[in-house]
């Protein structure tokens, strides 16, 4: 065997080697988070949201697509679903995540004050879709984000002005 064949004969058993383990067993649509999505505005301001959230199980999951929801009104805007969220987020300033660095890893804490800008109380009976991979679940939940009162926080806090 000449060194052409070799080589040739190597590639073609690493190719072999990493086709192999590709594995197609697991659902893809676990390992990706939809947008978040506007259902509607009340009166108040505050905004409806379909949000997705992932974790070990699933109340990790569930508190994970809260503070999703609230990081998305807060530095992004809501730009998929129905007509009405506000696009702008509330908090304009460029990198101001982390700029507030601190600010916002005690905000967004398991169980922190971002809670107080949440509300379960549009979400229905058999309204959370489900996704599971071996490592984790991913759930999809309503909910509803109080954003002024959210907007009037950060500036009592002076992260906005």
Do not use: W
């Not at 064949?5 to 067993?25: F, R």
């Not at 506007?38 to 109340?59: I, P, W, Y």
Request: aromatic fraction near 6%; charge should be positive; glycine fraction near 6%.
């Amino acid at each position: 065997m000449n060194t052409k064949n070799i080589t040739m004969l190597a590639a073609a058993s690493l190719a072999a080697i990493l086709l192999s383990g590709c594995k197609s067993g697991d659902s893809v649509a676990a390992y990706h988070s939809a947008p978040v999505e506007c259902m509607g505005v009340e009166h108040d301001g505050s905004q409806t949201l379909r949000v997705t959230g992932t974790g070990r199980n699933k109340a990790d999951a569930v508190e994970q697509a809260k503070k999703n929801a609230v990081r998305e009104v807060l530095f992004k805007g809501i730009r998929h679903g129905r007509q009405g969220c506000n696009m702008r987020p509330v908090v304009t300033e460029v990198n101001a995540e982390e700029k507030y660095e601190n600010y916002f890893n005690i905000f967004f804490a398991d169980g922190g004050e971002y809670l107080k800008y949440v509300s379960m109380a549009d979400e229905r009976n058999r309204s959370r879709d489900k996704a599971q991979a071996k490592a984790f679940v991913s759930y999809t939940i309503t909910v509803r984000v109080l954003r002024a009162e959210l907007k009037e926080r950060l500036r009592a806090d002076h992260v906005i002005e």
